[in-house]
């Protein structure tokens, strides 16, 4: 008699089925019904979506107790409350299809049937604005004339985060640290930041439930998206199908094992688990590595799988060590790869606020105190370790440079407002650096420039003086910048118009002022490649 290992027995199917045929009829009754974002702000207002947004559903449930399809199914799959089998099926959908694959399960039998969703399905509109860092209280995404999407979720992590995890209808039979979250914060920060444009091939790395590649799908020919959660490859299979598109491939596999070693991509979009955690508890949040390595990894090697002139575009977080700055660290990730970079640093915490926002974030604010206290110590355990004095968290964009050509690097502190969506200001800005590359002062002198829309002029100085102590040019789209000029180039910016050179102005405004015009042309290139640079003068 021999002993042998028992066979592992396979995988359980993963739920809901990733049915084409059945995600289309989903589809059809969403759109009969309005059960989109701009539908579903019709109705809730943004009140109560930005209630939603800290996990309290009781103004939704207030605002969607009048029975109409589009009611029960907010109430269905955005609220995960249980609704009467017939309602379900008044709204349009295909109950008794939906609870064999998978979308729904009985909550009550009898009679008076009720059922419950086994997701989130969130509304969507795939183009977005509006949105920076942070919910706006309106569904993600909403905007007039966008194409509307679903993004599905594991229950609970759709609405209020993985943290708002513990109500009824939140999965108990999934592993934390597989759970697949929806639409956040960070995922709508990128979408806003990313550069849109046509192109061929689009890379989501760490796809999580698909946002990032719902909005490449709508401008790519074709679209890779990975994960090293398998869960999360079928919830983006299922946020693809529902809202209609079929040009997404899906891979499992960490950062860039995935592909081959010689493929490349116009875009790379990637919300990574970025967070610096001294265990890898949640996958979709910890990258498992020491530190920032997963964030260096990810930027060290996207030069290599770039197009030329492709962009990378991540968000990331990044450790400020003693005695060290972090524009160097990071500028250190970035030699090496033949890209241009820019590079934004919103915000900075220190290694309490870190370990206290992402404890919290893990529901571990509601264990036991002993047990709390001991993961935040383990938190600053390992912050001390490494000398860490705090965490930034910021934008990283990267674009391939022609090779033999030295690339740009601007690594910035920027915690003020923006205006979203950001990302053609941002193609716009690595223009810019084209242009000023290739020009030398004379060029600047002879090229011809136009004031920026928007662009508004501040005079500061005692009330009643003859002149101004200073001009402050101040910007109300895009980076929305402001910077001090002198009275000639505040009096240049307003001449712009695109009509005259740089050079014939100067000699105008020098002869206007009675100074000699040699002069104000040896100084004038430096203040013109600030105003370009920063997208006050946009060159003709």
């Known amino acids: 008699m021999t002993n042998s290992t028992p066979p592992t027995p396979p995988p359980a199917p993963l739920r809901p089925a990733a049915d084409a045929a059945l995600a289309a009829r989903l589809r059809a009754a969403f759109v009969a019904a309005d059960f989109t974002a701009d539908g579903c702000l019709e109705i809730l207002g943004g009140t109560a979506y930005a209630a939603l947004a800290r996990s309290e559903t009781v103004p939704a449930l207030r605002a969607t107790g009048g029975g109409s399809a589009r009611e029960t199914l907010l109430r269905l799959f955005l609220l995960q409350q249980a609704v009467p089998r017939a309602a379900a099926e008044a709204a349009g959908l295909p109950v008794e299809d939906c609870l064999a694959g998978g979308w729904l399960t009985a909550a009550t039998d009898g009679a008076d049937q009720e059922v419950r969703a086994t997701v989130d399905v969130r509304p969507y509109a795939n183009d977005i604005a509006g949105a920076d860092d942070a919910s706006d209280g309106a569904p993600a995404g909403a905007s007039d004339n966008a194409a509307d999407a679903w993004i599905v979720s594991d229950l609970g992590c759709a609405v209020g985060g993985a943290g708002g995890i513990g109500g009824t209808g939140a999965r108990r039979d999934v592993p934390r640290s597989e759970l697949v979250l929806g639409v956040g914060g960070a995922s709508t920060t990128l979408a806003n930041i990313t550069v849109r444009r046509p192109v061929r091939r689009v890379l989501d790395l760490g796809t999580g439930s698909g946002v990032q590649a719902l909005h490449a799908a709508r401008h790519a020919a074709r679209v890779v998206a990975t994960d090293v959660n398998p869960r999360a490859l079928h919830f983006t299979r299922l946020t693809m199908a529902l809202s209609g598109l079929a040009n997404t491939e899906t891979r499992q596999g960490s950062l860039f094992e995935p592909l081959g070693e010689d493929e490349a991509f116009d875009l790379i979009v990637s919300n990574p688990p970025f967070v610096i955690s001294p265990a890898g508890r949640f996958t979709y949040r910890d990258g498992g590595l020491a530190g920032d390595e997963l964030c260096r990894s990810l930027v060290a090697g996207a030069g290599r799988h770039l197009e030329p002139g492709g962009y990378c575009q991540l968000l990331a977080n990044w450790q400020h060590v003693r005695g060290e700055d972090w524009r160097e660290r990071l500028a ?51 912050f001390e370790a490494a000398k860490v004095e705090g965490v930034g968290f910021g934008w990283i964009t990267l674009r391939k440079a022609p090779a033999g050509r030295q690339p740009v690097v601007l690594l910035e502190e920027w915690p003020h407002p923006v205006e979203q969506p950001l990302g053609p200001e941002i193609e716009r800005w690595f223009a810019r650096q084209d242009f000023l590359r290739e020009h030398d002062d004379a060029a600047l002198l002879d090229a011809r420039y136009r004031l920026a829309d928007g662009v508004v002029q501040e005079q500061v100085g005692v009330p009643g003086a003859e002149d101004p102590e200073h001009v402050v040019l101040r910007q109300s789209r895009g980076m929305l910048r402001a910077t001090k000029v002198d009275t000639v180039g505040a009096g240049f910016a307003g001449v712009c118009d695109g009509s005259l050179s740089a050079g014939s102005i100067l000699d105008a405004i020098a002869q206007l002022v009675d100074e000699d015009p040699v002069a104000i042309r040896d100084r004038a290139p430096q203040q013109i490649r600030l105003l370009v640079e920063q997208g006050f003068l946009l060159p003709e």
């Not at 820019?342 to 509601?366: F, M, T």
Request: hydrophobic share 35%; glycine share 8%; net charge negative.
């Open 332 to 382: 250190d990730w970035i030699a090496g790869t033949g890209c241009d970079a820019w590079v934004v640093q919103r915000e900075v915490q220190d290694p309490c606020q870190y370990a206290e926002l992402w404890l919290r974030d893990g529901g571990d604010h509601r264990e036991e105190q002993a047990v709390y206290d001991a993961r935040y110590a383990e938190w600053l355990d390992a």
